[in-house]
C-alpha cells in the first residue's frame, strides 16, 4: 500500500515546476523525486524518506512520526526524514514541505 501511496505522490508532484519523476534503474536516486535535479522526496524500504531542515527532522523525530533516515552506513543524516507509514502525517504536505526546502 506504502507503494501505491507513493506513486500517487509521483503523479501529483510531477506536475509542479521544476519536478521530474523517478527515472528506471537501481542506483541511488533512482526512485527519488528530484526539483531542479536535487533530490527531495524518494521510497526506500517502505518509507517515505524527505529532505527537510534539521530543526524541522528534530520537531518530526520528537512527535513520533518517523526518524532520521540511515542510508545504511551507520549514521542517521542530520536533514533526512524517513516517515513511518502510520504516521498521520499527509505524504503530500511533508513532500511539498521538502520540495520547498531543497528548491529554494
Sequence with gaps: MTEERFED???EL?????V?????GRG????????HGRIFAMFVRGE???????????????????VRFDA?????MKEWFAMDPESPLEWSA?????????GS
Design 9 to 11: 505522490l509521483v503523479d
Design 14 to 18: 510531477q506536475l509542479c515546476p521544476g
Design 20 to 24: 521530474t519523476p523517478p527515472r528506471p
Design 28 to 35: 541511488f536516486g533512482s526512485h527519488a523525486l528530484k526539483v
Design 48 to 66: 517515505l524518506v524527505v529532505k527537510l531542515p534539521k530543526a524541522r527532522v528534530d520537531e518530526l523525530v520528537e512527535g513520533g512520526h518517523g
Design 72 to 76: 545504511n552506513k551507520g549514521v542517521p
Design 94 to 102: 511533508v513532500a511539498r514541505e521538502a520540495m520547498a526546502f531543497v
